[in-house]
T-cell receptor, first 112, second 112 residues
Framework: SQELEQSPQSLIVQEGKNLTINCTSSKTLYGLYWYKQKYGEGLIFLMM?????EEKSHEKITAKLDEKKQQSSLHITASQPSHAGIYLCGALRGGSQGNLIFGKGTKLSVKP | KAGVTQTPRYLIKTRGQQVTLSCSPISGHRSVSWYQQTPGQGLQFLFE???????NKGNFPGRFSGRQFSNSRSEMNVSTLELGDSALYLC???????????FGNGTRLTVT
């Protein structure tokens, strides 16, 4: 079965620093979703990548999809305390669009 | 537009009891999915409903069931609760055609 591995598991950065989170799939990626979660709350949709080489940006967050490497990266520029949370990548498992497999998440802390 | 609404927000139940959780999707969304989130297993897919029909089901025992009503609202039921059912239960809705899932804030279920 497909698995998504995220790295690092946790990250502590100083405010203003850049950072990258990776998500690697054990199988071919047909679509990759990035979500952010505050502890104990729901997931907030960040970006969806569907094609190899696709890159999307929203405010200071950029995500890329490398189909050949079966990997996606999420890059945050000039991090702020508001970026703190758990970042999760999800991929279509197949069968229907509501059935996603998720990575275990990357916990990001930003020190002011 | 209102987001996905889940009720109740918190629940405390005793082993052996049953529980019903409710989810109201974003207006116009006909697909509703349910996920269980635990520290050990992460996010795991329970089932997906579309137009009142279960479209997909995850690997959970028959104690977990759900349904969807004609207005797309959904409920999930867990019977004969076990301690291991303690988790954050998340509902997500989406439009058709590969659109991303939008999650509610979840119901935190504690089984004692």
């Amino acid at each position: 079965s497909q698995e998504l591995e995220q790295s690092p598991q946790s990250l502590i950065v100083q405010e203003g620093k850049n950072l990258t989170i990776n998500c690697t799939s054990s199988k071919t990626l047909y679509g990759l979703y990035w979500y952010k979660q505050k502890y104990g709350e729901g997931l907030i949709f960040l970006m969806m990548l569907q094609k190899g080489g696709e890159e999307k940006s929203h405010e200071k967050i950029t995500a890329k999809l490398d189909e050949k490497k079966q990997q996606s990266s999420l890059h945050i520029t000039a991090s702020q305390p508001s970026h703190a949370g758990i970042y999760l990548c999800g991929a279509l498992r197949g069968g229907s669009q509501g059935n996603l497999i998720f990575g275990k998440g990357t916990k990001l802390s930003v020190k002011p | 537009k209102a987001g996905v609404t889940q009720t109740p927000r918190y629940l405390i139940k005793t082993r052996g009891q049953q529980v019903t959780l409710s989810c109201s999707p974003i207006s116009g969304h006909r697909s509703v999915s349910w996920y269980q989130q635990t520290p050990g297993q992460g996010l795991q897919f329970l089932f997906e409903y579309f137009s009142e029909t279960q479209r997909n089901k995850g690997n959970f025992p028959g104690r977990f069931s759900g349904r969807q009503f004609s207005n797309s609202r959904s409920e999930m039921n867990v019977s004969t609760l076990e301690l291991g059912d303690s988790a954050l239960y998340l509902c997500a809705s989406s439009l058709e055609g590969g659109s991303p899932l939008h999650f509610g804030n979840g119901t935190r279920l504690t089984v004692t």
